[in-house]
């Protein structure tokens, strides 16, 4: 049997139980967005790291007209710039392949697909 003493006892757990739950919540969800931000700093720090080595790049002579030279085909007076083009029949590189169908047919072929009503497996 449950006496008195018991359910009041019962009682006061279920409270001080309750009462600890929402705090214990609130830590816990903290302590995670303490990690999550951690995290980002970290990736934060990296990338001015990065950025730091670009800048340092940039501010020599010989870097910014290499760059100008592959990038932008600067060239000296006097000089004489030549760019190779692919004749039509020569296959593109591994990563410059181009795809058989353009991008809006696949999306609309997508559309119709999502729009049709009968399923494509059994009954």
Do not use: K, N
């Amino acid at each position: 049997m449950l006496t008195s003493r018991a359910a009041i006892l019962a009682v006061v757990v279920c409270v001080i139980a309750l009462s600890l739950a929402y705090p214990l919540r609130e830590f816990i969800l903290q302590r995670s967005q303490i990690a999550e931000l951690r995290d980002q700093q970290a990736r934060m720090e990296e990338s001015v790291g990065e950025l730091q080595i670009r800048e340092d790049e940039l501010v020599r002579d010989e870097y910014v007209e290499r760059e100008a030279r592959t990038r932008l085909h600067y060239q000296y007076p006097g000089e004489t710039a030549y760019i190779v083009i692919r004749p039509d029949g020569e296959e593109a590189g591994p990563g410059e392949a181009e795809p058989d169908t353009p991008w809006f047919t696949t999306l609309w072929d997508s559309v119709e697909e999502a729009d049709d009503p009968s399923p494509d497996f059994g009954p």
